[in-house]
C-alpha cells in the first residue's frame, strides 16, 4: 500500500488497543529493517564507513533487489584473474598495469562519454553489468579490485575528474580509470588542474577519505537525476547528503 500503508501502521502503532499496538510496531520494524533508504541512513549515521559497503548500500536505494553476493562474487573473479597474471615479488605499478590489462582491455569497462549524466553510471551493479562508468564510479572500482589484492589505491577527490593514487613507491603515481588507465604523475595532475582553470592545490592530490567520496558520488547522483527531470529520485539523495552532513557534524 505504499505511503497508505505506513500511515495507517503508524497510527495503529498509538493505538489504545495493546495487541494492535504491538503488532504494528512488529510490522513497523520489519519494514524498515529490508528498506535500503532506512540501512543507508543507519550506516551513515554510525560514522564506521566502509567504502564498498557504502556503494552498495548507495546502490540499493535506487535498486533495492540487487544481489549483493553476485556483486562481491563478480569482484572476486575480476581480483583473481588479476592474481593470475601477476608474478611476485611485483611493485604497486605493475600491479596497477595488470588491473588495467584486465579491467579495460579484457572486460571492456570504459568511460560512459556519450552518457554521461546517466544516473545508472553511479551504482555498481549497473557499472558492472553495462561496463561503463564515471570516473568516481570506475575509480571506486579500481579500489575495490586492488583492496582485493592488497594493493594500498587510494581514491583522489581531484576537482573535475575524480582518480586514484598510490603513494607506496617513492614518487606517488596516479591512475585515471576512466580513461583506460592512463598512469599520471603529480606534475601532470596538476597541469590538469591549470587547464580547468583550477589553481593547483597538493591537497587536491591527497587520498580521499571514504565519507567524502561517498558524498561526491551522491551529489553526482542528484545533479545527474535533476538532469535528467526525475526531480523525485534527485530528492531522495539530496536528503543523503544532508545525512552525511549531519553525521559528519555530529561525529566532528
Not at 29 to 44: A, N, Y
Not at 129 to 147: E, H, Q
Not at 177 to 192: I, S, V
Not at 212 to 234: D, F, I
Request: aromatic share 10%; hydrophobic share 40%; glycine share 6%.
Amino acid at each position: 500500500m505504499g505511503p497508505c500503508g505506513l500511515e495507517i501502521l503508524s497510527e495503529a502503532a498509538q493505538s489504545s488497543n495493546r495487541l494492535i499496538g504491538w503488532y504494528a510496531n512488529a510490522y513497523l520494524s520489519q519494514l524498515k529493517s529490508s528498506d535500503p533508504l532506512h540501512e543507508l541512513k543507519s550506516f551513515i549515521h554510525s560514522g564506521n564507513y566502509e567504502l564498498e559497503t557504502g556503494w552498495i548500500m548507495i546502490s540499493r536505494v535506487a535498486h533495492p533487489t540487487l544481489d549483493i553476493g553476485t556483486i562481491c562474487s563478480e569482484l572476486d573473479d575480476y581480483a583473481d584473474r588479476c592474481k593470475e597474471l601477476c608474478v611476485p615479488p611485483a611493485t604497486s605499478r605493475e600491479y596497477c598495469a595488470v588491473i588495467n590489462r584486465v579491467l579495460f582491455h579484457e572486460l571492456g569497462f570504459r568511460g560512459n562519454s556519450d552518457r554521461y549524466t546517466d544516473p545508472a553510471n553511479s551504482f555498481i551493479n549497473t557499472v558492472l553489468l553495462t561496463r561503463k562508468g564515471l570516473p568516481i564510479s570506475l575509480s571506486l572500482l579500481y579500489v575495490l579490485i586492488a583492496t582485493r589484492l592488497g594493493i594500498a589505491i587510494e581514491p583522489i577527490n581531484a576537482p573535475g575528474h575524480f582518480v586514484v593514487g598510490c603513494f607506496e613507491e617513492t614518487a606517488p603515481f596516479y591512475v585515471d580509470p576512466f580513461h583506460h588507465g592512463k598512469f599520471l604523475t603529480a606534475g601532470q595532475m596538476l597541469k590538469r588542474l591549470e587547464a580547468n582553470n583550477l589553481a593547483p592545490n597538493l591537497s587536491h592530490l591527497a587520498p580521499a577519505t571514504t565519507h567524502e567520496t561517498l558524498t561526491r558520488l551522491c551529489r553526482n547522483l542528484v545533479h545527474h537525476y535533476l538532469e535528467s527531470g526525475e526531480e523525485s529520485n534527485a530528492s531522495v539523495f539530496a536528503d543523503i547528503l544532508k545525512e552525511f552532513k549531519d553525521a559528519y557534524e555530529t561525529h566532528t
